[in-house]
């Protein structure tokens, strides 16, 4: 599974374009686990974009602040510390563990939110430093890139480790998206979209405004043919969901037979930063 992320960059005044290069980083994610759900058979109907599944997702490795932390130095943030009962998520990165939560920008003008991690370096059960460690990746408040410099704090801060379904949680969620040729025809003398031939699974992380950034080869981005325009039955990491109809406004009727079961998981982060150069 693959996050992909572009970013473009562009240097000089344009007159004309000259070229153009990429560079890729990429790093394993820190593990994480998804979480088993009850299945509830029950008929439902979603439209494209909404999730026919979703269960929660944390890391392997979650925290909870015992006293207040400072957050950042430089000010641009809403709140100068977290307090104590703060939970955090486990990251890996750098050759060491971090526990990480999330700033919140207060001028979200031009500064997004972004991850402080607090390092225990000696395992002795009080963070000592701390980094600022970038944006979400991807939008996703679990996956941490990189880190930055790591700077001490003016005293150390205590911590518990909590049981890992008490950590920081986003969702892992299936979508879908529906394909039918262009163009309309008549039926019952009415005009209608021509009938669905594929349904094609989206899976990925739900995000803020609940929408889902999917991730490639995860089980989805596949076509699966929909008998008599109707039905299909999607199968991703064990979860079986079966679509019972396709409305013309290609929401769909489906039910859950099969939820994801508990395991351990990890993907690919992708960074391509594209470089384009200009001849003026």
Known sequence: MIFRFGIGLLLGACM????????????????????GVAVDSTERTAREGQPLLAQPVTSVRSARLDAEAPAESAGWFKDKSFAAGTPMFGAYAGDQWSYCAVAESRQSFWTTDQFICYVDADDDGRFDSAIDSGTPFNGV????????????????????????????SVEYAISYEIVRPHGRAMLNGRNVPRAATHIVPVVGFRVEGGRIQPLSAAGGERRIPLAGGQQATIRVKGAVIEILGVNNDDSVRYRVVETIPSHVDQIMLQIITTTTWVVY
């Open 16 to 35: 004309f374009a000259g070229g153009a290069a990429a560079q890729t980083a990429s790093r394993p994610s820190t593990p994480f686990v998804i979480h």
């Open 141 to 168: 408040p679990l996956l941490v890139f990189s880190t930055g410099a790591s700077r001490p704090l003016p005293a150390p801060v205590p911590y518990s480790r909590l049981p890992l379904a008490d950590g920081p």
